[in-house]
């Protein structure tokens, strides 16, 4: 019986260890439960987790409102409002230029560039991209199209790229405020926020920015549409 018993008494052990374990956990459970309550339930919770949301909202608008500018989103600096001093810093001299209504004409160092309108350069993408100036000698627009509409050509406006469609530019902007169609051609043009978008049997193949004369109020339904995800 002695013996016996020395044989029963781990087997109670045992269970104890396993009861307190279970025990245990359950309380480590419950403390971390009154702990988020207590947060919950602190008095100036709620003022702080207003506070949260209202920075996270206001760097989210931030953020956007940047985005939102095309002409540093699609160049990197602003390539419109700028005089020819200024492109030729950022993009170097052009591979051609050319007039309205004449053809372009490759640069050479004979060439007296600021006599054309138009400069033109290769993109790193296939895309190219096209400058023209003002009478003022500023930089009043640059386009970046590809034939092919190939999406990694250009870089997108507004989360537009080339080759997308226009039911596509529809639903991320809204229906264009000026439509042209010419034949197979047609052109978008928003000018509220200096966009324009030449397609192609309904495929975006150029994507131009136009120096913005337009009032900030008059962006504000495109910028309010613009936020949402």
């Not at 409102?65 to 052009?94: C, K």
């Not at 560039?113 to 790193?124: A, I, K, T, V």
């Not at 226009?166 to 264009?176: D, K, Y």
Request: charged letters at 20%; proline letters at 7%.
């Amino acid at each position: 019986m002695a013996e016996t018993g020395d044989k029963a008494e781990p087997a109670i052990k045992s269970l104890g260890r396993r009861r307190r374990g279970y025990g245990g956990g359950s309380g480590r459970g419950a403390r971390s439960k009154i702990r988020v309550g207590n947060v919950l339930h602190a008095p100036n919770f709620e003022r702080w987790l207003n506070v949260a949301v209202g920075v996270v909202a206001l760097v989210y608008v931030g953020l956007m409102g940047q985005w939102f500018h095309a002409d540093t989103v699609m160049i990197g600096f602003r390539p419109t409002g700028v005089p020819r001093s200024e492109i030729l810093y950022g993009w170097n001299r052009p591979q051609f230029v050319g007039n309205s209504g004449t053809p372009m004409v490759r640069v050479d160092k004979a060439t007296p560039m600021d006599d054309y309108e138009f400069w033109q350069y290769p993109g790193e993408g296939g895309g190219t991209y096209r400058f023209h100036f003002a009478t003022d000698g500023q930089s009043d627009e640059v386009s970046c199209f590809q034939a092919a509409g190939d999406p990694g050509a250009c870089p997108d406006a507004f989360g537009v790229k080339l080759g997308e469609f226009e039911s596509h530019i529809a639903w991320r902007l809204g229906s264009a405020p000026v439509r042209e169609l010419n034949g197979p051609a047609a052109e978008l043009r928003y000018p509220s926020v200096g966009l324009e978008f030449g397609l192609e049997q309904y495929s975006l193949r150029r994507i131009t920015i136009h120096r913005q004369t337009s009032s900030i109020f008059s962006r504000i339904p495109l910028f309010l549409r613009f936020l949402v995800p």
